[in-house]
């Protein structure tokens, strides 16, 4: 992928909400494990506990991911076989309310969207610069694309609006992620008003020949745990009493 796995060991807020996530993991469970600062937050403080005796097998994203858990002591395992994950770990880099989300700054996206696809529950770990009004505000909805189509891809995705920059490497060459597709990063001329557009601009991007998948994820969230840099961690719901969010808020 040519990304390395950031340092999130300095961040109160992601090491809160990791330690926040891992009372939902029990013993036994299959874990998705995310990519990102706020999963890795999340896969280190696990090690420890696996390592005091907690019994858990993980699917990482992403080779990043893989080597950050063997190194903290996590039984790895493929997504083989019928069982489904019973959560999976993740960040996320833009969070609307209803829980929709951007994910994919990290180019990890189509196996964290594989992964939580096979999972009971995604939950989501992010810092209160995540949280946006309307998706798309923060600049970047990343879209994964097989190199040969990239030329028609960017011409399509300029057609529907979007402004299209291919993701690079430090040398300037095309950086390829770690199926071998290229991402392009779409700044939308205007924020998407509400989760009806963004399931539209979704629709539309998907049907374009060559599209492997988008940032966009879109109702899959069971809930989000945003850190907030005092140790404080606020948990979002997804479909509240009246189909809305709920939330609640726990001191540091
Ligand atoms: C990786 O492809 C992304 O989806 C990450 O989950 C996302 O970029 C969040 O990463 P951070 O926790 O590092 O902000």
């Known amino acids: 992928m040519g990304e390395t796995m950031p340092d999130s060991g300095d961040d109160p807020g992601l090491q809160a909400v990791a330690g926040a996530a891992l009372e939902l993991v029990a013993d036994g469970a299959r874990v998705g494990l995310g990519s990102g600062r706020a999963a890795s937050a999340f896969v280190v403080q696990l090690g420890a506990r696996v390592r005091e005796g907690l019994r858990v097998t ?5 080779d990043a991911t893989a080597r950050l858990a063997r190194a903290a002591g ?27 989300l951007v994910k994919g700054w990290g180019g990890a996206l ?36 097989v190199p040969f ?27 390829l992620t ?10 939308p ?31 899959t969230a069971e809930r989000v745990l945003v850190g907030y840099p005092d140790g ?4 979002l719901l997804r479909g509240g009493a009246a189909g809305g969010d709920s939330r609640e808020t726990s001191a540091p």
């Open 74 to 100: 996590i039984a790895l395992v493929d997504l083989d076989g019928d069982a489904e994950l019973d959560l999976t770990v993740d960040g996320a880099d833009e969070v609307a309310p209803g829980l929709d």
């Open 178 to 187: 770690e199926n071998g597709n290229v991402t392009l990063d779409c700044r």
């Open 232 to 235: 404080r961690v606020e948990t």
């Open 149 to 175: 189509a990239a030329g028609p891809v960017s011409r399509a995705l300029k057609a529907l609006g979007l402004t299209p920059a291919l993701r690079t490497d430090p040398a300037g060459g095309r950086l």
């Open 58 to 62: 993980g699917v990482p994203t992403s």
């Open 189 to 219: 001329a205007t924020p998407l008003a509400d989760g009806t557009a963004a399931r539209v601009l979704e629709a539309a991007v998907l049907a374009i020949p060559g599209v492997v998948d988008t940032g966009l994820f879109l109702g």
């Open 110 to 145: 189509v196996r964290e969207r594989i992964v939580a696809s096979t999972s009971r529950r995604q939950v989501i770990l992010v810092g209160r610069e995540k949280l946006v009004r309307m998706l798309g505000e923060r600049g970047r909805i990343p879209v994964e694309a």
